[in-house]
């Protein structure tokens, strides 16, 4: 992780989007899949970042490479458990007990509670849960995104995301 310094330092030697435009904020509609587009290499550099207002189901070992739980707890703990204690801390919103599927919490906008909402970038992009690592190859439509150009000057997400600790 880094430390709150070097991550100020990384976040201000990046360009900001102008003060007068704001992010075009779509949220994904996922039985709409038909409106999504095929997926080409370099889309994400000019999207913003669709796909993560979309639910994000994760596992245990997800959890643990975020560091919202430890591996000693994984490990020891029963994963119903970790789900209560996780649901009362707002971190996730639900927990699928026949699958041990948890679903990230996200916040009131629909954005992805890792998504920094002005850069449009996830901050915690080196330990992004697996569901993240492999979209858009698996989710609602293998193959396809909710691409949504950004808006003319708008900071858009890239697969070089910041890495930053929440």
Request: proline share 7%; glycine share 4%; charged share 30%.
């Amino acid at each position: 992780m880094l430390d709150r310094d070097l991550r100020c330092a990384l976040i201000s030697s990046q360009p900001r989007p102008s003060v007068h435009q704001k992010p075009r904020i779509v949220q994904v509609d996922i039985d709409q899949t038909d409106t999504w587009t095929r997926y080409r290499r370099g889309l994400c550099e000019g999207c913003a970042a669709n796909c993560c207002t979309m639910p994000v189901e994760v596992r245990l070992t997800d959890l643990v490479r975020l560091g919202l739980v430890d591996a000693f707890e994984a490990e020891h703990e029963a994963p119903k458990q970790i789900a209560r204690r996780l649901e009362r801390a707002g971190f996730i919103d639900h927990f699928s007990f026949r699958y041990s599927v948890f679903t990230l919490a996200r916040r009131s906008s629909g954005d992805c509670r890792f998504l920094d909402a002005e850069s449009r970038r996830c901050t915690v992009y080196e330990q992004r849960p697996d569901t993240c690592r492999r979209h858009p190859q698996a989710g609602p439509r293998p193959g396809y995104c909710a691409f949504e150009p950004a808006a003319s000057g708008e900071r858009t997400a890239s697969p070089r995301m910041l890495v930053s600790p929440r």
